[in-house]
């Protein structure tokens, strides 16, 4: 029943988001003749543009080409990209993976960052060390990722002569050293933004399990204070701290998309910018129910792992 029913409600979401973006592209002005063409485009006879507009399927009416859209997408035809002479499928398999790459990068050092911070602040409530935990936190809501990303990539190619855009992109499996290089700022960039949040869920989630009668009990046992920390109170607060990581994961599947333009790695956010500026409805429209149903299967695993994290869940 239970999975009956997430089957049910993802489909549902799946064909919410599918129709939202459908329309909200139509909704922006202009058309896929007009980006390709420009000013040119106030040149075409009506017959011209009426010849273009059957080559796009743009003549058939919007309940028509939403329903076409989408059977073939169940087909595997996700549509075909003029601009870069690849179907949209194509282009996908090879973005998806750069912006996996770049999102698990991301949560690692926001994990890196949060969760340390988080136990530091909360060891201690409402003292220096907390302070400096707020101040991180405070620091990487309030700052833009593009001022953060562009003031990096400035310093990197003026101090250090550095500039991971002078090079062309390359794939992990390609040359591993060289892509870890090029992705090591958009990494730092998005995962201090992140490292906020985390680091405040960890706070709150360790500050309400070292109130718990059983620390209190483990402490008067003698249980070392390291120990103490990481496995009976880190352990009983990871719950929200799995929630909050699996949401900002799931974030970093298409909102990515200022990073990923201003240090010119090829992900699906830049992908859907470029579809959005060039009106290639098919390439957005596609990518867009994928990183949705990316989004789906990433809330899918973090329900896994409370079962595996929380035995009341399990039991449950």
Do not use: C
């Not at 790459?101 to 136990?119: C, K, N, R, T």
């Not at 309030?142 to 550095?162: D, K, N």
Request: proline letters at 5%.
């Amino acid at each position: 029943m239970r999975l009956r029913n997430r089957i049910l409600s993802t489909a549902g979401t799946l064909f919410g988001v599918a129709v939202l973006v459908f329309v909200m592209l139509r909704a922006i002005p202009g058309d896929r003749i007009t980006a390709g063409l420009g000013t040119e485009a106030a040149a075409l006879t009506p017959a011209q543009r009426q010849a273009l507009e059957q080559y796009y399927g743009l003549d058939q009416p919007l309940v028509t080409q939403f329903f076409s859209w989408l059977g073939n997408m169940f087909t595997g035809n996700f549509g075909y990209s003029a601009r870069q002479q690849q179907s949209v499928l194509d282009l996908t398999l090879h973005s998806l993976p750069v912006t996996f790459e770049l999102a698990v990068l991301s949560i690692l050092l926001a994990l890196l960052i949060g969760v340390p911070l988080g136990m530091l602040a909360a060891s201690r409530a409402n003292s220096p060390r907390d302070a400096l935990g707020q101040f991180v936190s405070l620091a990487g809501l309030s700052v833009p990722a593009f001022l953060l990303a562009t003031a990096l990539l400035s310093i990197s190619a003026a101090s250090f002569g550095f500039n991971p855009n002078g090079q062309g992109f390359a794939m992990l499996f390609d040359d591993p050293l060289l892509n870890l290089r090029q992705m090591l700022l958009p990494a730092l960039v998005l995962g201090f933004g992140i490292a906020a949040p985390i680091l405040r869920t960890t706070r709150t989630a360790v500050l309400e399990v070292r109130s718990d009668d059983f620390v209190r009990t483990a402490r008067a046992k003698g249980v070392p204070e390291r120990r103490l920390q990481v496995r009976h109170v880190l352990g009983n607060a990871l719950v929200p701290i799995v929630t909050m990581t699996g949401l900002q994961f799931g974030y970093l599947l298409g909102g990515a998309v200022v990073v990923e333009q201003i240090f010119s790695v090829p992900g699906v956010g830049r992908q859907v910018l470029l579809g959005i500026q060039q009106k290639e409805y098919a390439v957005v429209q596609s990518t867009v129910l994928v990183i949705a149903l990316a989004f789906v299967l990433v809330n899918l695993l973090t329900d896994v792992l409370y079962r595996v994290i929380d035995p009341r869940v399990r039991a449950s």
